[in-house]
């Protein structure tokens, strides 16, 4: 799947509930060790068990993610500013 085709209820359709490192690598076009760093750092919300090494990332954790780092491109951004007038 291309990152451009990703849509909220594409993500819920083709991803589990419970999602490995590698499963959001692949999500968010990064690489596995990106996304266990940012899960370390607290970029990405992610759970691991007392011992273990792997993390655990819940899907809705995920999408809220994506939801609220969404960037807007500069042409939508035009159309919304308005000149500044002296």
Do not use: C, W
């Amino acid at each position: 799947m291309g990152n451009e085709d990703i849509t909220v209820e594409s993500i819920r359709r083709d991803y589990p509930p419970v999602l490995t490192s590698h499963q959001v690598s692949e999500l968010l076009g990064l690489a596995p060790r990106t996304v266990m760093a940012m899960a370390a750092d607290g970029r990405l919300k992610a759970r691991r068990l007392p011992g273990a090494r792997k993390y655990q990332f819940f899907r809705e954790d995920i999408i809220t993610a994506l939801l609220e780092n969404t960037v807007v491109e500069a042409s939508s951004m035009a159309d919304e500013t308005t000149p500044v007038s002296d």
